[in-house]
Nanobody, 120 residues
Framework: EVQLVESGGGLVQAGGSLRLSCAASGFAVDDYSLGWFRQAPGKDREGVACIKTSINRTFYEESLKGRFTISSDNAKNTVFLQMNSLTPEDAAVYYC?????????????WGNGTLVTVAS
């Protein structure tokens, strides 16, 4: 059974950093594409970043490049999202998702999300 469990969310001051983790089970992360998405209250879900380690490719929402970094630890079967210089606009529920295909907005498996709150 495929499972994705996010952790690392919380309250941070504007300008601060957080690192989110997504622990995967039921598949090997280096066989899949794994992505981070977020959804703020009243807004549509948006893609944040995606990684496909088998071809050493990462993808980012253009506006987040330079502040957010996605990475994976295949030995731990975990994917991370390092978020720096956070602003209140980054506050959202962050979801980890996976697909055996290439990175896509329509992913096959989803975690339950972790809440990120940014205080101004």
């Amino acid at each position: 059974e495929v499972q994705l469990v996010e952790s690392g969310g919380g309250l941070v001051q504007a300008g601060g950093s957080l690192r989110l983790s997504c622990a995967a089970s039921g598949f090997a992360v280096d066989d899949y594409s794994l992505g981070w998405f977020r959804q703020a209250p009243g807004k549509d879900r948006e893609g944040v970043a995606c990684i496909k380690t088998s071809i050493n490719r990462t993808f980012y929402e253009e506006s987040l490049k330079g502040r957010f970094t996605i990475s994976s630890d295949n030995a731990k079967n975990t994917v991370f999202l390092q978020m720096n210089s956070l602003t209140p606009e980054d506050a959202a529920v962050y979801y980890c998702a996976a697909t055996p295909r290439y990175c896509d907005l329509d992913m096959d498996y989803w975690g339950n999300g972790t809440l990120v709150t940014v205080a101004s």
